[in-house]
């Protein structure tokens, strides 16, 4: 009986099984068969050959002499040898090459220099390590700043919880929630925007450091476990200016950490434009902190409880002439409500936000649709600029339609107009001969409002990139997204140094930079002596340069035309604010690195589907 295979070249193989076959049988079989193979085997290779040709007693020999054994494979040992050895001396080769290169040395291209933002982005971030009150981390980085207000809250018998914490607002020691809750919002907008310009600055850790000190500050002010309030601690500190000579943060001049006079907290009851702002503060830092997510969501919970507020109790926090009024009066609360409403929609995807900053009657207060002589101004009292921005940025990338568009497309628009208004063509607003926009109108304190701008104008230009959109119309003419970079770059150049009195207005960048800072921590000296309230005024009304240098402080500015003291005294020129670093800061970050644009998506990270899914097809049809 016998089976037949195939062999490896397809033909057919026969391997007989009888048992009586023996082997002279099997030599002469053998036999027979090269004699029917020999044309066949002609056109084989001398492999194929040997191995099919071979007699069984010198298959052995003749492969251990041309062959190796690689246990599945058979291969020559010629080619196996030159193989091998090919092998090694490729190994040798590439061996000698890497030692060659890594001995020789090189000369890399050096990374370029970081520019004049990134560098004054550092120094603009450490103003407030500087405002710190309450207990300084160890790592705060400013050697002559130290614990203060560590009573704050407490000392205060009417009010009688801790209120530990927080920044001071300016060159005082007073606690302003209003502006304060600005600043935090625009530093978390910025870091939205632009967490991975942050990163590559090296600056994103300190930034959301920042943040979180000022938004645990805030969770402090109010009853931020309850869904509903009735009040909000708005002050620590009294900064009355009637001439009067009762010790406080204005009468006295004293380091922070020497405070002994009394720090009154100011609550307010109705005071829907504080409470909105500070909806919006906690409502942006939630979207900072979106990872955290039981932080994320205490945050959350505190701006829903602080909106409910801001709408269930009508009022302006500085009505009746309370003392925050002569420092930072709000005039309206209608720009809050859009503003604090677009935030709130982004940090909960709660289309009611949505449905009230979009509210036509609501934008008609705060003055849409009117274009007032502070149209255009972006500040700590007026928001409505910011807002509009914020909600162009909504339609540019989500486009939610119906019931939104109509009121989304005039806000857009607005934008538009706004953004014209800041170009050097435009009248809109003036100029001074060096540069310097002047939307606080020829008032004194002008950078605040001019590094706001910036900011908005560098912005909007990465939202219309983002979105393809090569620029804008302003009436006839249209814009390239570059001429908004270039009005955002002049503004912080100007600051930066490049302006008539060739100085620097932020502290510690460039050569040349104010000394005589309105600032009590920056010009009494850590000596180990206590100066009391009228013992620092030495230091106040000295001529001698500020012996702690505020390193980052954007002072108050130079006037309309391009003038500036550096007067101590005088806090319209050297005077720096919390509110005002937080635009700088904003604008650094969106001008610094090479390349540009924002994070598209992370804004809209607790924002559902605009629209409904599908519902699913209709079952086949049957008759």
């Known amino acids: 009986m016998s089976m037949y295979g195939r062999d490896p070249w397809g033909g057919p193989l026969e391997i007989s099984h009888a048992d009586s076959a023996t082997d002279d049988d099997r030599s002469r079989n053998l036999d027979s068969d090269r004699a029917a193979m020999s044309t066949t085997s002609r056109q084989l290779d001398e492999t194929q050959q040997s191995w ?178 009735d009040r909000i601690a708005a002050q620590v500190g009294e900064g009355d200016t009637s001439g009067g000579t009762t010790p406080n943060d204005h009468y006295c001049w004293m380091r922070p950490e020497d405070m002994d006079y009394p720090r009154p907290v100011y609550e307010c009851h109705s005071c829907s434009d504080l409470a909105a702002e500070m909806a919006a503060a906690l409502a942006a830092a939630s979207i900072v902190f979106k990872d955290s997510k039981t932080y994320s969501k205490k945050l959350v919970h505190g701006a829903t409880t602080l909106f409910k507020f801001s709408r269930d109790q009508r009022g302006r926090y500085t009505s009746g002439g309370s003392d925050a009024s002569f420092f930072y009066n709000s005039t309206s609360y209608w720009d809050e409500f859009v503003w604090g409403g677009a935030w709130m929609y982004l940090a909960t995807g709660n289309a009611t936000y949505l449905k009230l900053a979009t509210h036509p009657t609501l934008a008609k207060h705060a003055g849409a649709f009117w274009g007032g002589p502070d149209y255009g101004v972006f500040s700590w009292d007026n928001k409505l600029t910011g807002a509009q921005v914020l909600l162009s940025r909504l339609r540019l990338f989500l486009s939610p339609g119906y019931p939104y568009e109509e009121i989304l497309r005039t806000f857009h628009n607005q934008t538009g107009i706004i953004m014209c208004s800041y170009l050097p063509v435009f009248t809109t607003f003036n100029r001074t001969r060096g540069g310097l926009i002047q939307l606080n109108h020829g008032r004194p304190q002008p950078l605040q409002y001019a590094v706001n701008a910036a900011f908005l104008a ?50 510690g960048f460039g050569a040349r930079y104010p000394k005589h800072v309105h600032h009590r921590g920056a010009s009494i000296p850590k000596n180990g002596v206590k100066y009391n309230c009228k013992g620092g005024w030495k230091w106040r009304d000295t001529k001698k340069p500020n012996p702690n240098t505020i390193v980052g402080a954007m002072v108050a500015g130079p006037d309309r035309h391009d003038g500036f003291r550096d007067v101590r005294t005088n806090y319209n020129y050297t005077e720096p604010t919390i509110a005002g670093n937080a635009g700088l800061v904003a604008a650094l970050v969106a001008l610094s690195g090479e390349g540009n644009g924002v994070d598209k998506n992370t804004i809209f990270s607790a924002v559902p589907p605009m629209f409904p899914t599908p519902p699913p097809p209709p079952a086949p049809w049957k008759p």
């Open 52 to 229: 099919l040709l071979a007699a069984p007693g010198d298959q052995g020999t003749k492969k251990k002499n041309k062959y190796v054994d690689l246990g599945c494979l058979i291969v020559s040992r010629k080619l196996f040898l030159w193989t091998v050895g090919t092998v090694v001396a490729t190994a040798v080769l590439a061996g000698f090459i890497t030692l060659i290169v890594k001995t020789i040395p090189r000369h890399h291209r050096p990374r370029p220099p970081p520019d004049n933002y990134t560098l004054a982005l550092h120094k603009a971030l450490m103003f407030f390590n500087a405002q710190r009150s309450g207990p300084i981390p160890k790592h705060n980085n400013v050697s002559w700043r130290g614990n203060s207000g560590m009573r704050d809250g407490l000392s205060d018998p009417s009010y009688g919880k801790s209120l530990v914490g927080g920044y001071y607002d300016a060159g005082d020691a007073i606690k302003f929630n209003f502006p304060a809750s600005f600043a935090m919002t625009m530093l978390s907008w910025s870091v939205i925007e632009y967490s991975a310009k942050y990163e590559a600055a090296g600056e994103l850790g300190h930034v959301k450091e920042i943040i979180k000190w000022g938004a645990d500050y805030l969770l402090k002010t109010f009853n931020a476990s309850a869904d509903t309030i």
């Open 458 to 507: 560098a912005i909007y230009s990465d939202y219309l990139e983002a979105a393809d959109t090569p620029g804008w119309y302003c009436g006839p003419n249209f814009f390239s997204t570059g001429v908004l970079r270039d009005f955002a770059r002049t503004q912080i150049d100007y600051i930066l140094g490049k302006n008539p009195q060739k100085m620097s207005y932020v502290v």
